[in-house]
């Protein structure tokens, strides 16, 4: 099994940047993608950006260009740096990993844009 932990979540004003992180552990051999979904109330969970085994991202554009993803392979930790938040980006964002036994997800952190 794999476990993975969100954080960096909260609170913050319109332009404003948040980082979020997502830690893996447990059984998780050779790491296929990471990524980063989101999901507003009454919305569909949708893709905000995934970085591959060879260091290969793509990202929804609605975030191009104020989203950044990254990977630290050492410490099984993916990283998404918010810039430039809109109120649009408010939502639950859960951190994905798959690998060869599957594709698992993190709880879940929250991230709200209000002024």
């Known amino acids: 099994q794999v476990q993975l932990v969100e954080s960096g979540g909260g609170l913050v004003q319109p332009g404003g940047s948040l980082r979020l992180s997502c830690v893996a552990s447990?059984?998780?051999?050779?790491?296929?993608?990471m990524g980063w979904y989101r999901q507003a109330p009454g919305k569909q969970r949708e893709l905000v950006a995934h970085i591959n085994s060879g260091g290969g991202t793509n990202y929804a554009n609605s975030v191009k260009g104020r989203f950044t993803i990254s990977r630290d392979n050492a410490k099984n930790t993916v990283y998404l740096q918010m810039n430039v938040l809109k109120p649009e980006d408010t939502a639950v964002y859960y951190c994905?990993?798959?690998?060869?036994?599957?594709?698992?997800w993190g709880q879940g952190t929250q991230v709200t844009v209000s002024s």
């Open positions: 447990g059984s998780i051999f050779s790491i296929y993608g």
């Open positions: 994905n990993l798959i690998n060869p036994t599957g594709r698992y």
